[in-house]
């Protein structure tokens, strides 16, 4: 991976939340529905109180680093890298970003293809789901895979189904850190992306 990035969080400007429909908004949805893609992640962790790290992240690749940039300063949010091949990457990988521009951005401005809607449709309420700290149980990674599987046509993995969840097993540590965690994000406000009920 090359060291060739850029966020957009140095940028002294950011558009709003709400983006109108224009031919901008249209031509970006229209790229992202052929090169772009909703993906949905787990990463072995090595401390004990979780044995996942569950992302959310929306990405684009492609050759001209223009159009990404483009991307990057109208929806005011994600990060730009570069591989050795010179395919450039803009990605937003934070959960909040996600929730704030680029939720709101694709349901105000929607795919043409049933298949890249459905797979933001699903996106959208795994979102919701790690929102609500659902990951940080057993239930609510099965329903987040249960959503993933018809996300991209289900796809490669790098973890099975019952690899993920066979690392979920109950020991005395493990369980009292989620319910002290559990306790502790009651009196804390959610997150939740846009236009949900």
């Not at 993906?39 to 001209?64: G, H, L, T």
């Not at 249960?146 to 993920?164: A, F, P, V």
Request: proline share 4%; with cysteine; charged share 25%.
């Amino acid at each position: 991976m090359s060291d060739n990035s850029s966020s957009a969080g140095n940028q002294q400007e950011r558009f709003p939340r709400t983006f109108l429909p224009s031919e901008l908004s249209c031509y970006l949805t229209g790229f992202a529905d052929g090169e772009g893609s909703f993906n949905i992640s787990f990463r072995k962790r090595r401390d004990y109180k979780f044995p996942w790290k569950v992302s959310a992240c929306f990405n684009v690749s492609q050759k001209e680093k223009k159009i990404l940039e483009i991307f990057q300063q109208h929806l005011g949010c994600g990060t730009l890298r570069s591989r050795p091949d010179g395919v450039w990457y803009y990605e937003v990988n934070t959960l909040n970003e996600i929730c704030t521009y680029v939720i709101p951005f694709f349901l105000q401005n929607p795919f043409l293809s049933q298949k890249k809607q459905r797979d933001f449709l699903l996106f959208q309420k795994i979102v919701d789901l790690l929102s609500a700290k659902f990951h940080l149980f057993e239930e609510g990674v099965k329903e987040i895979l249960n959503l993933r599987r018809e996300m991209n046509d289900g796809g490669k993995r790098k973890y099975s189904e019952q690899e993920i969840l066979n690392a979920y097993q109950e020991n005395p540590q493990r369980l009292h850190a989620r319910l002290t965690l559990a306790k502790a994000s009651d009196s804390e406000d959610i997150v939740r992306s846009h236009g949900r009920p």
